[in-house]
């Protein structure tokens, strides 16, 4: 090994060393003392390996210590900033990085960093979405190029955190489809805009000394946000380490309250504005795709809406399981009221983790509704969405517990305790609302097949 492969290999070690271990904001002096003993040790293991490679010219030779090779100037390590992040947080953030151009140290952790986290997403044996499949759906002036491939994406990826939240926005109307960069942009500052007027405008009449019907109005809604918020996924670190996300969501719930004095504050809006204001962490863009979603579904925000739903949902139970359809009404629970959070919130009650709720949440959002079932006695046809198909899923999943039932009070104790742990129960949504037949005619026939399909997935 000449001098100068010696310095390229001695130089080598360093950077390693430097990205196994770099020093954390404020580190103390027994930090440093190990960091020196970590140096010290990868220096007798490098000192150990180059001893034992063999030579070309002479096998029997025993190679001089790299150390001993370069002047001791040569091997002086320049001082890593404190503001590099260590690796064993994985959580890349390019703006903590200093204000000169990437060495590759930089590059490899933030590389590194970026892997990891694509991995933790890779649960549930899905295919995980890259950002050169992201970006490669965008044409050089910034405009989606496949609407169809983005929501193939959304069936079938695991997404990316930072991906995710700019996929919400077109999912939920923020952005156009065929908007461009520039048009982003301005819809960005537009809106910002016009939500802190909007902000403004009922602070304004809650600081004014008048008492009018509107301030009476507004000081109703925040008593009732004011006990909700509180409560709102509140193990989650977003709101645990930083009360002030819990002022964004309350401020956001009266605002679009405030805006939307037709319909008002629902039991529930805390749960689905939290989705939109975690995910995104964007308040001006999480409250109008909120909004996007509110007016969307509007209908079923209220009773006559709501009812409407779970008697096509009571419908699609009956073609699919008589059987179990049956035991509902033995049970008294033929209205399917005991679904109706289920329904509401999309399932965000009923996740074991936030992040199952915000995969089925965009799972029901994906899939446009498209299949009709005649309601018996109204002879209206319900139009079906993945939701309902889910809530027949998780019936469907349990109906060997639900045959065991006694009566009412089973049934809400069951449903009170419910919780989804896994994305095997939505697979098997998608599967229902794929494979459904819009012939609803030969119910016995439909409900035969569909029974013998899907006995696999029912849980002992």
């Known amino acids: 090994m000449t001098t100068e492969d010696q310095g390229i290999f001695s130089r080598f070690s360093w950077a390693l060393k430097q990205a196994i271990s770099i020093p954390t904001n404020g580190g103390s002096a027994s930090s440093q003392s190990t960091t020196e003993e970590k140096d010290e040790e990868v220096g007798e293991i490098a000192s150990e390996n ?15 210590v790299i150390n001993d090779a370069l002047p001791e100037e040569t ?21 903590n990085m200093p204000g000169k151009s990437p060495t590759f140290i930089d590059v490899s952790l ?3 960093r970026r892997e990891i986290s694509t991995l933790r997403h890779g649960i549930g044996g899905r295919k995980i979405l890259t950002h050169k499949q992201w970006f490669d759906n965008f044409s050089i002036p910034g405009q989606l190029l496949d609407e169809q491939l983005f929501h193939q994406y959304l069936m079938e990826y695991e997404w990316p955190e930072e991906l995710l ?3 919400w926005k077109y999912l ?19 809106s910002k ?24 109005r507004i000081n109703k809604l925040i008593y009732l946000i004011n006990k909700d918020t509180p409560r709102t996924d509140r193990d989650l670190p977003f709101y645990r380490d930083n009360s002030e996300n819990t002022e964004i969501l309350k401020d956001l719930l009266i605002t679009f309250c405030y805006d939307n004095s037709d319909l008002g504050y629902i039991q529930g809006m805390n749960d689905l504005m939290s989705l939109f204001v975690v995910t995104i962490e964007d308040k001006v863009a999480a409250y109008y795709c909120f909004c996007n979603y509110i007016k969307k579904n509007k209908a079923f925000f209220n009773s006559q809406g709501l009812i409407t739903k779970l008697n096509g949902t009571a419908e699609l139970l009956l073609t699919l399981d008589w059987a179990l359809y049956t035991k509902l009404c033995e049970l008294d629970c033929k209205d399917m ?11 965000k009650r009923e996740s074991k983790s936030f992040d199952i709720a915000v995969k089925i949440f ?11 079932v005649e309601i018996t006695g109204v002879g209206k046809c319900e139009l079906l969405s993945l939701d309902m198909f889910l809530t027949v899923a998780v019936l469907l999943v349990h109906k060997n517990k639900i045959l065991s039932f006694r009566d009412q009070a089973d049934m809400y104790t069951w449903v009170g305790q419910l919780k989804i742990s896994d994305m095997a129960i939505l697979n098997l949504a998608k599967d229902l609302y794929d494979r459904h037949s819009t012939n609803f005619k030969d119910r016995d026939k439909e409900s035969k097949c569909c029974t013998q399909r899907y006995q696999s997935y029912c849980l002992p």
Not at 172 to 190: G, K, W
Not at 337 to 347: D, P, T
Request: negative net charge.
């Open 337 to 347: 009221l005991f679904c109706q959070r289920w329904l509401l919130l999309g399932f």
């Open 75 to 95: 091997l002086e390590c320049p001082e890593v900033p404190t503001s590099y992040i260590p690796v064993k947080d994985y959580e890349p953030d390019l703006r």
């Open 110 to 112: 933030e590389f590194l």
């Open 165 to 167: 939240q700019e996929g």
């Open 172 to 190: 939920f109307d923020y952005y156009e489809v065929i908007s461009n960069r520039d048009d982003r942009l301005y819809v960005d500052a537009v």
């Open 193 to 216: 805009e016009k939500l802190e007027l909007l902000l403004l405008k009922w602070k304004d009449i809650i600081e004014d000394n008048k008492e009018t019907e509107e301030k009476a």
């Open 362 to 372: 965009t799972m029901i959002n994906c899939y446009k509704p498209t299949h009709y």
């Open 50 to 64: 180059e001893n034992e490679l063999p030579d070309k010219s002479d096998s029997t030779r025993t190679l001089p």
